[in-house]
């Protein structure tokens, strides 16, 4: 999984980040609310695990504008306060889990788990497309009786278009969704990328196209249409 942790104190950021990081989780961090807003709004991540207290914006604000947004991670609340209050507000503004500090590590293990598996992210669930069936479980796409498996960045890259099929998908969204929101990928390599998957796609005969639309990014197109 892919997740983000806010959280402004910096040594139990630390600690937070080199457990979850050892089960082989993909860890980014922010230490104030306007930067972790930045890295939630680019939609990249199964989990957000979220502090209410936060300089320069606070959680729930965070929060907010989040499903604002219609970002679909899943989001673990901290906090330091123990009114029922502060708990009720999270929940009602779509937080999905909250944790009171101080908490034990084998608790926090327990939500996410418990957070990854309502989010289908260790379920077989399948994305399907006129004809083109993406299991998200084996990474393989079927098509017409036959199947093959992609990459994990092929997997990634053809999630997004399948979910957001019919609309034009910038460069700059799908390097921030696939390679990261600081990551340095050349926009090549996202080509690369799709010449990969239109072979696999023809290879299965799948009934889509990727097409791409000059000077801005990709779409994903059904041939019949």
Do not use: C
């Not at 993406?134 to 498996?149: F, M, S």
């Amino acid at each position: 999984m892919k997740i983000l942790i806010v959280e402004d104190e910096v040594q139990l950021l630390a600690a937070l980040k080199d457990i979850i990081a050892a089960k082989g989780d993909q860890v980014d961090v922010a230490t104030n609310g306007i930067k972790g807003e930045e890295l939630a709004l680019t939609g990249t991540y199964d989990i957000i695990i979220l502090d209410i207290m936060l300089p320069g914006k606070n959680g729930l604000e965070v929060l907010k504008e989040l499903r604002k947004e219609k970002i679909k991670s899943a989001i673990l609340l901290l906090t330091a306060k123990a009114e029922v209050e502060d708990k009720i507000k999270g929940l009602d503004l779509g937080a999905d889990d909250y944790l009171t500090k101080p908490f034990s590590t084998g608790e926090l293990l327990a939500r996410l788990r418990a957070l990854g598996r309502r989010g289908g992210i260790e379920t077989g669930e399948e994305l399907e497309l006129n004809g083109l069936v993406l299991d998200k479980q084996t990474y393989q796409i079927r098509a017409g009786g036959e199947e093959v498996k992609l990459g994990a960045k092929e997997f990634r890259l053809l999630e997004i278009l399948m979910e957001n099929h019919k609309q034009i998908l910038p460069k700059e969204r799908l390097i921030e969704k696939v390679w990261g929101y600081e990551s340095e990928a050349e926009y090549n390599v996202i080509e690369v990328y799709m010449s990969f998957l239109r072979r696999k796609l023809a290879a299965i005969g799948a009934e889509v196209s990727i097409k791409a639309i000059r000077g801005v990014g990709y779409i994903l197109e059904e041939k019949d249409d």
